[in-house]
């Protein structure tokens, strides 16, 4: 079992910054690839980003390419989603997602994913 839990959300305004953290426990953590999701009300769960097992390979859904960066820290068991120049369509709880393995990092499916944190709330305001 992999334990994860999310935190750093919050309620930011329109361009400003954010940055999330996963925490991980349970299982050797540089064993996963890690990704980020998020859900926004009435919307299925919707891929954000992921990460591989080392850190060398990340993947981005179009619509955050460029203002989001993914990282990890295998140290620490932590995997990160700093997100700049938010926008109002960025409000979602935002989860994020383990699975095993040493490939690389375009795993965008929430069935390729078997372990979730709990979620943490992003608000962005106008």
């Keep these: 079992q992999v334990q994860l839990v999310e935190s750093g959300g919050g309620l930011v305004q329109a361009g400003g910054s954010l940055r999330l953290s996963c925490a991980a426990s349970g299982r050797t953590f540089s064993n996963y690839v890690m990704g980020w999701f998020r859900q926004a009300p009435g919307k299925e ?25 993914i990282s990890r820290d295998n140290a620490k068991n932590t995997v990160y989603l700093q997100m700049n120049s938010l926008k109002t369509e960025d409000t979602a709880v935002y989860y994020c997602a383990a699975r095993w393995g040493f490939g690389g990092s375009a795993y965008a499916s929430v069935s390729e994913y078997r372990y979730w944190g709990q979620g943490s709330q992003v608000t962005v305001s106008s």
């Design 45 to 69: 769960r919707e891929f954000v980003a992921s990460i591989s097992w080392s850190g060398s390979s990340t993947y981005y859904a179009d619509s955050v390419k460029g203002r989001f960066t």
